[in-house]
Antibody, heavy 116, light 112 residues
Framework: QVQLQESGPGLVKPSETLSLTCTVS????????WSWIRQPPGRGLEWIGY???????NYNSSLKSRVSMSTDTARNHFSLRLTSVTAADTAVYYC??????????WGRGTLVIVSS | QSALTQPASVSGSPGQSITISCTGS?????????VSWYQHHPDKAPQLMIY???KRPSGVSNRFSGSNSGNTASLTISGLQAEDEADYYC????????????FGGGTKLTVL
């Protein structure tokens, strides 16, 4: 059974870069497709981006200029980078596994606060 | 990508049935039957309840069902139980061009 765990700094300063890692256990990262999703406080879910096991990516058009995703096969994890963050990027960030065009396994989420 | 439209809240009594709607456009919900639904309890990971419009993952109760008509998808929960109280999100997949997804704004279900 695949399990996901997000990790990274809980506090990021405005204009800096948010970096998170999602560690995959229970299977190889090369077996599936992956996504990042976030939820700002008091608001709904927002899809951030997707990555295939071959490295293809696509990002939410509203974030495309600031976001990137990558994989580390040796460590069986994938990562999210979001540059030039503002308070609007404060959110709980989830990583998720994609199956049948849906998100069938989720991490527990990690809260990232953007503040000086 | 505009968020899909869901009612902010719905409620029902134990044993009753409720339906949550999810309205999009011909470029997302209406363009395919690839809507998924997620149950989200506070401080927990969201859980997939319905995928491809009307399919249930293994382990999800058959009290949960999905349907689609035109640009509107729906989630029906029958035989409401207290543990069903949660936020519910719809999500539409679009494979035209590179894969992308758009979520609804979420619906708070209250079991009275």
């Amino acid at each position: 059974q695949v399990q996901l765990q997000e990790s990274g700094p809980g506090l990021v300063k405005p204009s800096e870069t948010l970096s998170l890692t999602c560690t995959v256990s229970g299977d190889s990262i090369n077996s599936y497709y992956w996504s990042w999703i976030r939820q700002p406080p008091g608001r709904g879910l927002e899809w951030i981006g997707y990555m295939s096991y071959s490295g293809s990516t696509n990002y939410n058009s509203s974030l495309k200029s600031r976001v990137s995703m990558s994989t580390d096969t040796a460590r069986n994890h994938f990562s999210l980078r979001l540059t030039s963050v503002t308070a609007a990027d404060t959110a709980v960030y989830y990583c998720a596994k994609i199956a049948a065009r849906s998100f069938d396994v989720w991490g527990r989420g990690t809260l990232v606060i953007v503040s000086s | 990508q505009s968020a899909l439209t869901q009612p902010a809240s719905v409620s029902g009594s134990p044993g009753q049935s409720i339906t949550i709607s999810c309205t999009g456009s011909s470029s997302d919900v209406g363009g395919s039957n690839l809507v998924s639904w997620y149950q989200h309890h506070p401080d927990k990971a969201p859980q997939l309840m319905i995928y491809d419009g009307n399919k249930r993952p293994s382990g999800v109760s058959n009290r949960f069902s999905g349907s689609n008509s035109g640009n509107t998808a729906s989630l029906t929960i029958s035989g409401l139980q207290a543990e069903d109280e949660a936020d519910y999100y719809c999500c539409s997949y679009s494979g035209s061009g590179a894969p992308n997804w758009v979520f609804g704004g979420g619906t708070k279900l209250t079991v009275l």
